[in-house]
């Protein structure tokens, strides 16, 4: 599986931004498709992710409630709306696909995508 990450861009706080995860290669049907994100001087962290073939959705609890991860079947594409957005959600964000169940743990995605930065200013 091949992943593209793109949608993103430097905003104010309190602005939107919707990323996108295409995947090529083979359909995301198994899989499990997250977001993490990784700040400067910091670890890459979970975000968000759901279950390809379900309707499990999870999210990191900074982020509930103004994020929103969702599908595309026929464009094998995920999405992060990230809405409300603040300067501590300034960071790389990078796409990945597993297919041992996902989770919070980047050693459980096998495949990632190149990032995309977001920075959000005050």
């Known amino acids: 599986v091949q992943l593209q990450a793109s949608g993103g861009g430097l905003v104010q706080d309190g602005d939107s931004l919707r990323l996108s995860c295409a995947g090529s290669?083979?359909?995301?049907?198994?899989?499990?498709v997250g977001w993490f994100r990784q700040a400067p001087g910091k670890e890459r962290e979970f975000v968000a992710a759901?279950?390809?073939?379900?309707?499990?959705?999870y999210y990191e609890d900074s982020v509930k409630g103004r994020f929103t991860i969702s599908r595309d079947n026929a464009e094998n594409t995920v999405y992060l709306q990230m809405n409300d957005l603040r300067p501590d959600d300034t960071a790389v964000y990078y796409c990945?696909?597993?297919?041992?169940?996902?989770?919070?743990?980047?050693?459980?995605?096998?495949?990632w995508g190149q990032g995309t930065l977001v920075t959000v200013s005050s």
């Open positions: 990945a696909a597993g297919g041992s169940g996902g989770g919070i743990w980047t050693t459980k995605y096998e495949y």
């Open positions: 290669g083979r359909s995301f049907s198994g899989y499990v």
């Open positions: 759901l279950r390809w073939s379900g309707t499990s959705l």
